[in-house]
């Protein structure tokens, strides 16, 4: 079945068999190879991409419900001038070890943002209760958040 | 007259100007300000470049960067033209022999291009330490996560489907699951041999006598669970079998040279034929330090010329990943009045699961770490690694380290609570010291166990939280 989506701003289509996640087609149809799967049953949280302004876990959304709809992945954070705040915090306080929770966590963490430019501890605990870092490295997580939070706000200011 | 390179310079500066020697202008590539799409062109050096030396320093991952664009490429991420992928169907027992394996049904399936049972490899074992594991159980399976068969299909969803219709016929066998029963070789795992696979024992002094003599004497046993190293990347790898009879393996294996003497082994190959390539691991904790399905994976790929994938579920992942040693442990130490451990006697038995994997590794380290970092003249430390139809234990974290810590810390509460000391100073008090001697009488070097207690102790209030 034809499944068309806006990617990070771009118009994608893929012919894909029913049932298909919305994290298979970003990954093996569009190359979009940034969320990953981790557990595809959505505890994990490495999936987590948005949709229409919601962190959704991409292992349980089926690529057609997400037909028509607004996605960012990680590959979007990013512009053709610079890297996101979220990322240069996140690469400057060393906030990810093995990665692979990364784009999951700074994909929750953008929604997180987006909404709530200044967190307390506890909202940023909130936003991630769905990613896991098995790394056990939230702490610099929490403050790289922070951080980036600060970067944003003081920018926009 | 001959031409020095000093005259060929001099010609050299004739020949070109200085504007010559400078590299044209590259006009920057323009794009859009605000595609969202395209990763920055420009950026500064990451601080990782600029590290060195690193002492002093702020350190930054070299990775870091990668990992924040989502750029880093994990093995699942790879793909191939015309790959294919696999999927292993894992016993339904415990503990059952293997009468037979029918996988007709399965290769009739449309989508289905290959099907792989453990007779069809070459040698049909592998394990870093003893070569006790199947790749594919054939005869016997010997616990739960045991891979029976193996399907490669066009799709991942066809691969699995497949997998349903084998039929595996058993005759179910009695299963052991709990190592005090299996040191009593009632039902064993690998017949004839006994459950009891490995083995340590370390000697120091006379404990008997000391105990004897000791004013107080502690007995107690402490048993850990079974833990999971849960990788948030499961095991991924992609064979690749080309038309020189060489393979190409791509996998998530931390030890990539150890994998692929397994490999070499298991395929019957010189090493020379096949090639490992490892990237960064999605995380390891022990848990991807020898192969799993990359034999089968490269025997896929030699049948169906294609390359083909898989992707442990995170189901495959607790039942047929090793996991960490459930150890039970019996300690009896003997104290004098004054808090100073004469005698330590200790038994540990690890529940080594279906296969040896890393447990000679793990009973070293755990026996010789098991009396703690304490000076204690009279020793005995009995250690024995039993099989039994659980999953395989392996690697992790430690090697059997973390286990007796809990052990011996938790005796030295107890030891405090009776003599009523404070559990700081009966550590000080029996703490190494430089040139105290090891369990095995290594003469110990930069120690500095009393002052790393006395400062942590320090600096997150211990005596007032004592108080």
New interface residues.
């Given amino acids: 079945m034809l499944v068309q989506l806006k ?4 118009l994608r289509s893929a012919d894909v ?1 029913p ?1 298909t996640t919305l994290l298979k087609m970003l ?2 149809h569009l190359g979009l ?9 959505g505890d ?1 949280g ?1 999936c987590t991409v948005i949709v229409d302004g919601q962190s959704v876990n991409s292992c349980l959304m089926l690529a057609a419900k997400a037909s028509g709809r607004d996605i960012t ?11 996101h705040p ?2 240069k915090s ?3 306080l ?1 906030a ?8 999951g966590m ?1 994909i929750s963490a953008k929604n997180l943002l987006d909404k709530n430019p200044e967190p307390t501890v506890p909202e940023i605990r909130d936003a991630l209760s769905g990613n ?4 056990t490295g939230y702490t610099k997580i929490i403050e790289a958040i922070q951080d980036a939070g600060r970067a944003m706000s003081s920018a926009g200011a | 007259m001959a031409t020095t390179v000093k005259d060929v310079k001099k010609g050299a500066k004739n020949l070109t100007t200085d504007k010559d020697l400078t590299a044209p202008a590259v006009k920057p590539l323009t794009l859009p300000k605000d595609n969202p799409v395209i990763y920055p062109l420009t950026l500064p050096e990451s601080e990782a470049r600029r590290q060195t030396p690193a002492v002093g320093q702020r350190a930054s991952r070299p990775d870091g960067r990668l990992h924040g664009l989502g750029q880093t490429k994990y093995i699942d991420d790879l793909t191939f033209p015309h790959m294919i992928f696999a999927k292993v169907l894992r016993s339904e027992h415990a503990h059952a022999r293997i009468i037979s394996i029918d996988t007709s049904e399965a290769e009739a399936m449309p989508g289905v291009l290959a099907t792989l049972t453990g007779k069809e490899i070459p040698v049909n074992s592998f394990g870093p330490t003893l070569q006790d594991q199947p790749v594919l159980a054939d005869s016997v399976v010997r616990h739960r996560g045991d891979g029976v068969a193996a399907v490669a299909a066009v799709t991942e969803q066809i691969a699995a489907d497949a997998l349903e219709k084998i039929k595996v016929e058993y005759e179910v066998l009695p299963a052991v699951f709990d190592s005090l029963e299996a040191l009593k070789d009632e039902i064993k795992v690998h017949p004839p041999h006994s459950n009891i696979y490995t083995s340590k024992v370390i000697k120091k002094g006379d404990v008997e006598k000391a105990l004897a003599a000791s004013d107080h004497v502690f007995h107690r046993q402490f048993r850990t669970q079974m833990v999971e190293h849960v990788p948030l990347e499961p095991h991924s790898s992609v064979a690749l079998w080309d038309g020189n009879g060489r393979v190409t393996i791509y996998t998530s294996l931390g030890r990539i040279t150890l994998g692929r003497e397994d490999v070499a082994r298991t395929l019957g190959m010189a090493q020379s034929k096949i090639r490992l390539v490892g990237t960064i691991v999605g995380g390891n904790f022990g848990g991807k330090n020898e192969i799993t399905n990359e034999p089968i994976l490269a025997l896929l790929s030699k049948k169906t010329g294609r390359p083909v994938k898989c992707t442990f579920t995170r189901g495959d992942e607790f039942i047929s990943s090793t996991i960490r040693h459930p150890f039970i442990m019996d300690y009896t130490s003997g104290v004098n009045k004054e808090g100073k451990i004469l005698a330590r006697k200790i038994r540990l038995v690890l529940d080594g699961g279906a296969y040896c994997s890393w447990t000679g590794t793990t009973i070293g380290k755990g026996s010789i770490l098991a009396p703690g970092p304490y000076n204690i003249d009279n020793l005995l430390v009995e250690a024995y690694a039993v099989y039994t139809n659980k999953t395989t234990t392996g690697a992790m974290r430690g090697f059997g380290a973390p286990q007796v810590c809990f052990a011996y810390e938790s005796q030295m509460d107890d030891i405090a609570e009776k003599l009523g000391m404070d559990p700081l100073e009966i550590r000080l008090r029996n703490a190494f010291s430089e040139g105290s001697s090891s369990p095995t009488s290594q003469v110990l070097q930069s120690v500095a166990v009393r002052e790393s207690l006395i400062q942590a102790s320090e600096r997150f209030g211990w005596k007032e939280w004592t108080q």
Avoid: Y
């Avoid at chain 1, 990617?7 to 771009?10: I, K, L, R, T, Y």
């Avoid at chain 1, 896991?132 to 790394?135: G, I, N, P, S």
């Fill in positions: 990617v990070n701003g771009e068999p049932e990954r093996e190879t940034g969320a990953k799967l981790g557990c595809d049953v994990c490495t992945t990680i590959e979007g954070l990013a512009n053709s001038a610079d890297l979220l990322q996140f690469e400057e060393g990810l070890q093995c990665g692979f929770c990364g784009p700074l896991l870092c098995r790394c």
